[in-house]
């Protein structure tokens, strides 16, 4: 038996399941004894594969990937964030955990000064969120095209998140919806100064003043509710 085969021999597999039996998730470390887990890190002393999985509460290989990706962001190696964040979206299952690593890509493009890919992956973004979220989703892609000075854009971007705020109505009593409405409507105000079109500027101040007349009363609702 060559060497390759034996390794062969001693590679054991995670009981993760998410995993697949065609690739090893657990690497063995014959010096220590024991095993790492490719998904976590994590040691695993021979035969302890079940215990290691409760203890750990197996993560999956996506949740791998993000962790790794946030791991390089902190660090600031943003392009390598970037390749995490992609196997992240690879694996990825439904809108909503597509949206969560889409917008993180964006953000990283935004780090590194690439403002067309961030616009980019939050239009990605956008298009693929729910109703009940798309408005953060269009204020963050707002508020990069008021740092890039295409504050026209901004100001129909943050149009489109006001019109999905409305459209969620009452859900939003007693939640921060309305502190994103007031939040919005603020960056609008500031897009018209900078176009200096006074008369769309106090149009919205007066928006504002009713938001946040809605927030108050919403306030007093959740306050006298609960």
């Not at 939040?183 to 008369?199: A, F, N, Q």
């Amino acid at each position: 038996m060559n060497n390759e085969d034996k390794y062969k021999n001693t590679i054991r597999y995670c009981e993760c399941p998410n995993g697949h039996r065609e690739h090893p998730f657990v690497m063995p470390h014959v010096t220590l004894g024991v095993d790492f887990c490719l998904h976590c890190g994590g040691m695993i002393r021979h035969g302890d594969e079940v215990k290691h999985k409760k203890s750990h509460k197996h993560i999956s290989r996506r949740e791998h990937f993000y962790r790794k990706a946030k791991e390089c962001s902190i660090r600031k190696d943003h392009s390598t964030a970037i390749e995490f964040y992609n196997e992240a979206l690879r694996l990825s299952v439904g809108n909503s955990e597509k949206c969560e690593a889409l917008s993180e890509i964006a953000l990283e493009y935004e780090a590194i000064g690439d403002y067309d890919s961030a616009e980019a992956y939050w239009n990605r973004t956008c298009e693929a969120a729910g109703n009940s979220t798309v408005h953060m989703y269009l204020t963050e892609k707002g508020d990069l095209l008021y740092r890039r000075g295409r504050y026209e854009k901004a100001i129909s971007t943050y149009e489109e998140a006001l019109k999905a705020l409305d459209a969620l109505k009452d859900t939003a009593i007693g939640s921060s919806h309305l502190i994103y409405y007031a939040r919005i409507v603020h960056y609008i105000i500031y897009s018209y100064e900078e176009l200096e079109k006074d008369t769309q500027k106090e149009k919205y101040h007066n928006v504002l003043k009713h938001a946040i007349s809605r927030y108050i009363r919403a306030k007093e609702y959740a306050d006298d509710k609960y």
